[in-house]
């Protein structure tokens, strides 16, 4: 079969073997956002139109493909939900070159009521095989850093952080922006960021240190974008954690899937706070994929 | 004597008695911003040059008029300092039609070693009788709030939370903003987000749950801001309480000092949050600036 997922900015193609492995993949910068006109079979045509000639005729997408903006909209299914279920729920997109269907997004409510969704995320923690098989928490690091609860092969809810984009627009406009300038984005000044998040007096306030670390020329300017996002990080971890521990928080173990560079700041933002972190790259999706594929009913 | 508050967008003068009273008021819009060229002189000499006139001769200045954008620098005094100390490090203006002087501005640094700066705000908050009788915790808000303990008399140390600026950059550059017009800044809307504020997950995760409700169509447009209002000044007034109370946070006496509809908000958040707040407005400059005037040597 064809996994494929396909979110806002990228598209990540995967044809799996029978056994689950991966025998080719293609990448490419067409996210739905790039597409034009929402010619999203002609894109799937020129992208995986070997492997369709080669026999392949099961095709299945997840991501923002099924959003509202995307080919076709995946009704969110409710929490809790594993691969069976989303492989109940998947959406046939009626395409004339193959059988090709969506897995839907999940929604959920974290422990305030208040309503989350995701789209993409759940295929990609369901294929981590140690929370499959043991359960645990995930974290997917972004825009809107998603840490997903798993329990007897389900997810059972998950929480978003607004991290990412909070980080643009502090940099971007506020006066923190003129105190910055592009470096290395981990280091030491990252792990001090992450330091700083433990202090007293709350985000807020840390927030107002960077400025007065870089007037009391403490923090060059080269340094002070990852002290900002360890800052930020640290808060989300600290706080993650904490939500998702319970009883158990020091010792907890993290699954953190997502692009190396990031998830490696997140590792080390977890160890920092006392969690452990599992690092997994982006072809957990694939694993996925294949995953909700086999419990599919491809008629 | 004549005490004026000046700062970056605004210029309040008080002409004070030698019983404390204020006997006159000037407002404009004429911050140190808004005076072309840097001719602070003139800008006096229109504003205050009846008082002059009739006779006044000493005039103290506080506020951001004694920074480098100002109209000449008044170096920072460390904490902890009071009237005394603040009337025994006067800036001499050298200007020709009266003995002006410029109160510094305070430096202090947190509980972890971080550096912080105020200018202007240490004579307002010298300006509330009950600090300087009892000691205790103020509260200044705006785009960067501070927070003040006092005792003996002096200020011995604060904080600064960016709240304000981080409203306006996230209102302004994220996702926040599509789902928001103005409405009222407190009500109900803004008494959720502070409630909002106390729950588990942190504040990143609750700025992402403001688009999680608006797309769930529990939060109507306009009711937006308020919540988000309300969710940042909660996690200052929450962290910042913790903060100073030490032992004793639970019915810890604020007095917030400030424009009323500002004072109005934080005020109900202390109060939500098991504080008690008492409201002052910005004519505790005036008694500021009179008391430290008391305390000069004018030669």
């Known amino acids: 079969m064809i996994g494929i997922d396909w979110g806002t900015t990228s598209f990540r193609a995967f044809r799996v073997g029978r056994d689950g492995e991966i025998r080719d993949r293609r990448m490419a910068p067409k996210g739905i956002l790039n597409v034009p006109d929402g ?26 493909i099924g959003s509202r903006q995307g080919w076709k909209e995946a009704p969110y299914l409710p929490c809790p939900a594993g691969a069976g279920e989303l492989a109940g729920a998947l959406v046939d997109i009626g395409f004339d070159w193959a059988r090709v269907k969506l897995v839907p997004g999940l929604s959920g409510i974290d422990s305030s009521g208040v309503a989350e969704v995701m789209r993409g995320e759940e295929t990609q923690v369901l294929g981590v095989p140690p929370l499959l098989r043991d359960g645990g928490v995930a974290c997917l690091p972004g825009s809107h850093s998603k840490w997903v609860r798993v329990e007897g092969g389900r997810i059972v809810n998950f929480t978003t952080h607004m991290t990412g984009e909070a980080f643009a627009a502090l940099r971007g406009y506020t006066i923190l922006g003129r105190m910055m300038r592009d470096g290395p984005t981990g280091g030491a000044p990252f792990d001090a960021g992450v330091a700083r998040s433990a202090d007293p007096g709350g985000l807020l306030h840390h927030l107002f240190g960077v400025r007065a670390l870089a007037l009391a020329d403490r923090l060059p300017e080269s340094d002070a974008p990852a002290y900002l996002s360890g800052i930020l990080i640290g808060h989300e971890v600290r706080a993650a954690l904490a939500a998702a521990a319970m009883e158990q928080a020091a010792g907890m173990v993290v699954q953190v899937i997502g692009a190396p560079e990031l998830t490696m700041l997140y590792a080390k933002a977890i160890t920092a706070c006392g969690g452990y972190a599992e690092r997994h790259d982006g072809e957990a999706a694939a694993r996925g994929l294949a995953l909700v594929g086999e419990h599919a009913q491809w008629g």
Chains 1, 2 share one sequence.
């Open 39 to 64: 010619r999203f079979g002609d894109t799937l045509r020129e992208e995986i139109g070997p492997w369709l000639a080669a026999g392949e005729d099961r095709v299945l997408l997840s991501g923002m």
